[in-house]
T-cell receptor, first 113, second 112 residues
Framework: DAGITQSPRHKVTETGTPVTLRCHQT?????MYWYRQDPGHGLRLIHY???????DKGEVSDGYSVSRSKTEDFLLTLESATSSQTSVYFC????????????FGEGSRLTVL | RKEVEQDPGPFNVPEGATVAFNCTYS??????FFWYRQDCRKEPKLLMS???SGNEDGRFTAQLNRASQYISLLIRDSKLSDSATYLC???FGTGGSYIPTFGRGTSLIVHP
């Protein structure tokens, strides 16, 4: 299995507090992604990165920011969490040299009260 | 309108049945196509890539019709262990970028 780890795996926080989710990979993959998964919506792309310091917005980027200062780490920050950001967040990576397979972390379950 | 559309189901079938899932996509410039499987509360995992010529992996067959912008997955001789959500994924990336876009997923329940 690809070495993709997410932290924290579970978090409960209050509205208005900042939250940072971390994705760490040991595969040296170029592309990294943050998705959120909600019932009835499937996985929706929040932000993605195509290299160190190179990031771009996805379909549902409002309220989220990201940073990638090293190949192995991709951080997702909720500056001021809202209840609508309660979700399961998945990090994924892709190596442009391979067949196109995405490798996922185990997910981070965030509850905003 | 979502760029990748799937019937959410659930598809409720007996063991041994053949079941087919469909997926349509909106961007004709899409480059690559995949089916992923997701078990409850787990991360998605690649089931198979989808090629224009069609491809088969054991009981699973995937087809791509670029003209109709349509992808299918056929599961023969369904097993209880096939119960899961099946996600259609289309890469909309251009110019060297790679942006996998997911359908909402189709739920399959295989019963004895």
């Amino acid at each position: 299995d690809a070495g993709i780890t997410q932290s924290p795996r579970h978090k409960v926080t209050e509205t208005g507090t900042p939250v940072t989710l971390r994705c760490h990979q040991t595969e040296n993959h170029r592309y990294m992604y943050w998705y959120r998964q909600d019932p009835g919506h499937g996985l929706r792309l929040i932000h993605y990165s195509y290299g160190v310091k190179d990031t771009d917005k996805g379909e549902v980027s409002d309220g989220y920011s990201v940073s990638r200062s090293k190949t192995e780490d991709f951080l997702l920050t909720l500056e001021s969490a809202t209840s609508s950001q309660t979700s399961v967040y998945f990090c994924a990576t892709h190596d442009s040299a391979n067949t196109g397979e995405l490798f996922f972390g185990e997910g981070s379950r965030l509850t905003v009260l | 309108r979502k760029e990748v559309e799937q019937d959410p189901g659930p598809f409720n079938v007996p063991e041994g049945a053949t079941v087919a899932f469909n997926c349509t996509y909106s961007n004709s410039a899409s480059q690559s196509f995949f089916w992923y499987r997701q078990d409850c509360r787990k991360e998605p995992k690649l089931l198979m890539s989808v090629y224009s010529s069609g491809n088969e992996d054991g009981r699973f067959t995937a087809q791509l019709n670029r003209a109709s912008q349509y992808i299918s997955l056929l599961i023969r001789d369904s097993k209880l262990s096939d119960s899961a959500t099946y996600l259609c994924v289309v890469n909309f990336g251009t110019g060297g970028s790679y942006i996998p876009t997911f359908g909402r997923g189709t739920s399959l329940i295989v019963h004895p």
